[in-house]
């Protein structure tokens, strides 16, 4: 069967102010006591008068003018009404035909093949967030639900895309782009799993014969990228499986079941007009000037695309690296801090992207906490570059370093990993070795050059790796040179 994927996605970005989108609570709601950042307004308590809080408006614009959006100079609040628990007022707060931003896109570059892919964005508007359920269960079934109301009113930004996008790969690389330029702007941490950032994806199958659109469904509950991936793969196949068997596929909200590793049915998918949408009487039409466009447009910091064609340029590296680097603004930063004491970018980033993501990612730990400093990176390199240690023990120096927070140096002299560059030591050493491996020996001396690589391996680890590899290989050779002769 021939077919083509067709994905839009709604992203929710939780904009970074200290107060509530219209009102004075506090937008800290994580490890809160439940319920204790609320007013009358959060509430939707009667009387409540919303006032719109001029920093959301402020962080929701740097953000569509980095997605090339256009600006409107008139937009609109809407009550958009539905019942759910965690939203007190049983309507929210959101923007409808007017919204704060229209018409952007975002350009990707996707997979191996360097595919260029342009995604186009229908809207970015302003919305409040809802509270929070929290269920109690017993032996595995809910069995009560409580409701937390520190997040209700907290600023949202909801970015829409076009069904532009025609894998879940390509959805990946949008939402991974996406993260890193609120990031850079500061208007979001983008931590999907706390919530920060949340992604809705509408995903349909069209015949690529009749160009006839199918059913579309819609993807909730993803807290991953990897969750999202694999929810997007799994509709896919569940679609196309329909179809091929002839049976219909209903326009539905799904959930992610991330344990059971499918999408199950939540509810029938709502039309716009079932919200009954009406502007809202409370808030006067929002007037943004060019003037103060273009002041936030002057101010925006560096961007992702801009800092990986820095890096490529000032420091040589490579496509790939450079985009590993800029993809998490904080992993940048501790690069650039390095790079101004350690001049070999290419092995430094090596050790970021190798050693230090892997401890990161074993201890669950941001790069903006490690224990090991930028500096103290920079210079445990240095130790390398010096002879004072090799590259086997630097990994084990590293590990400590990670562990105990305590500087390579010091490091390096209390456990007296120091290398081995005494060459009369390390000539016993040769000689033992030479002694116990002949035929390594007779098999160098007939032509096979690889087997001094084994005698080397011998010597270093007779010396548990402290013996400077160069010297060992140089000083071997020079020896069986002598017994040819």
Wanted: glycine share 4%; aromatic share 6%; net charge negative.
């Amino acid at each position: 069967m021939q077919d083509d994927i067709v994905i839009g996605l709604e992203i929710h970005v939780q904009l970074s102010t200290k107060t509530k989108i219209f009102c004075n609570c506090s937008t800290d709601y994580i490890d809160q006591e439940p319920n204790t950042n609320t007013c009358p307004v959060c509430l939707g308590l009667p009387g409540g008068l919303p006032v719109l809080n001029k920093k959301a408006v402020e962080l929701a614009i740097r953000t569509a003018i980095a997605l090339n959006c256009r600006i409107n100079s008139t937009s609109i609040f809407h009550r958009k009404n539905y019942f759910y628990p965690d939203l007190p007022k049983a309507f929210q707060i959101s923007q409808y035909d007017l919204p704060l931003a229209e018409e952007g896109f975002m350009e990707l570059i996707v997979g191996k093949s360097k595919k260029n892919s342009k995604i186009r964005i229908t809207r970015a508007h302003m919305e409040e967030d809802a509270g929070k359920l929290v269920h109690i269960e017993e032996k595995g079934q809910i069995v009560d639900s409580l409701v937390d109301y520190n997040r209700s009113c907290v600023p949202l930004l909801e970015i829409v895309t076009e069904p532009d996008i025609r894998s879940s790969e390509e959805a990946i690389v949008f939402l991974q782009n996406l993260r890193s330029i609120v990031q850079y702007l500061g208007v979001c941490d983008g931590n999907l799993e706390c919530g920060s950032m949340r992604c809705d994806a509408n995903i349909s199958i069209r015949d690529s014969k009749s160009h006839q659109l199918g059913t579309k469904t819609e993807v909730k509950n993803m807290n991953s990228f990897r969750a999202i991936k694999r929810a997007l793969d799994y509709e896919i196949c569940r679609q196309r499986k329909l179809i091929e068997d002839g049976e219909k596929v209903s326009q539905e909200t799904r959930r992610w079941d991330e344990a059971n590793n499918q999408t199950v049915t939540m509810r029938s998918k709502e039309e716009a007009h079932d919200y009954r949408y009406f502007p809202e009487p409370d808030l006067l039409p929002l007037k943004i000037k060019d003037s103060w466009v273009n002041e936030i447009k002057d101010s925006l910091p560096e961007l992702p695309v801009d800092r990986k064609e820095r890096f490529t340029r000032d420091f040589g590296l490579s496509d790939y690296d450079a985009s590993r680097l800029v993809e998490i603004k904080s992993l940048g930063d501790y690069f650039e801090e390095a790079a101004r004491d350690y001049k070999d970018y290419k092995k430094l980033t090596n050790w970021i992207l190798s050693e230090l993501l892997r401890y990161l990612g074993e201890e669950g730990t941001e790069i903006s906490s490690s224990p090991i400093s930028a500096e103290s990176l920079a210079e445990l390199l240095h130790l390398i570059d010096r002879k004072v240690i090799s590259g086997k023990i630097a990994k084990t120096i590293f590990e400590k370093m990670f562990k105990t927070g305590q500087s390579a140096t010091d490091l390096v002299q209390k456990s007296g990993l120091t290398q081995i560059s005494d060459k009369e030591e390390i000539d016993i050493i040769i000689e033992k070795v030479i002694e116990d491996n002949i035929q390594s020996v007779q098999d160098y001396r007939s032509g096979k050059e690889k087997a001094v690589n084994f005698l080397v391996g011998q010597v270093m680890r007779h010396t548990k790796g402290r013996a400077q590899p160069d010297l060992v290989l140089n000083l071997l050779k020079e020896k069986m040179n002598k017994l040819e002769n």
